[in-house]
């Protein structure tokens, strides 16, 4: 069992080790191990990418997930691994297989955020690679620099 916060923005106790009831979302986004509930085509389009895309999620939900572009598919800071799920997600178009070219460490499973769309109900786990962490800015999480000298 784990907290996971649901779109009211409480925070309830589910079973990971279950899948998700009918017509519920699902993600967990990793390092951090947060995750989110919601129904489907319930969430609201906070206009950072895709609707219902990864980095959409992540905004509605308070998650960091570096988006340098703004969520327009012209930078690859909101570079995802897909660790669960892919089956339900829209298939990458020409432009996002094109901005992947310049990403870092692409693999098999590699999404960017704002373009990942979720199609439908179901679970999901995506990984921000640690050097993908753009955690420099004010106001974003701890600078790796400052985490590699034990600040």
């Known amino acids: ?7 009211n923005n409480t925070q309830t ?17 990793l390092p951090e191990g947060r995750t989110v509930e919601f129904e489907f085509g319930t969430m609201p389009y906070d206009h950072h990418g895709k609707p219902m895309s990864f980095l959409d999620v992540a905004e509605n939900y308070g998650i960091f ?19 669960e799920g892919a ?3 829209s298939e990458a178009d020409d432009e ?5 070219e310049t ?8 999404r960017l955020g704002c373009q990942a769309v979720i199609t439908k109900p179901g679970s999901y786990v995506v990984e921000i690679p640690r050097w993908n962490r753009n955690y420099v800015s004010e106001g974003k999480p701890l600078d790796l620099s400052e985490e590699k000298q034990g600040v």
């Open 13 to 29: 106790l589910i079973d990971l080790s279950k899948p998700p009831a009918e017509g519920i979302v699902r993600v967990t986004f």
């Open 103 to 110: 990403a870092a460490d692409v693999q098999l499973n590699s």
């Open 65 to 83: 997930l570096d988006h340098a572009c703004g969520g327009a598919c012209a930078c690859t800071t909101c570079h995802l691994w897909i660790k």
């Open 96 to 100: 996002e297989l094109d901005r992947m």
């Open 87 to 89: 089956k339900g997600l």
């Open 1 to 7: 069992m784990t907290i996971a916060e649901t779109q």
